[in-house]
């Protein structure tokens, strides 16, 4: 029999949402490597960061416009989307 009980699955928590100069993706029960993915309003993608392992992760505004973007995160062949806005 499988125990259950071992797994935990991964949250994903990003505040503040929206930001103005940084937000931080918090991941908890995160134990393997992710990737992100930041994608514009149209789909196109902005840049990807791979091989994270970090528990939180900075987003920076930097030269990004005010807006809605989507945030692809990819752990263990699986796929989350998460809209962010900059204000």
Known sequence: STDVSEYQPTNINIYPNP?????FVHFTNVNTIYTLSLYDITGQKIWKK???KQE????KKEELARGVYFL???IEESSKIRRLIID
């Open 72 to 74: 692809d995160i990819n």
């Open 56 to 59: 939180v992760y900075k987003i």
């Open 19 to 23: 930001f103005s100069e940084e937000t």
């Open 50 to 52: 791979e091989n994270l």
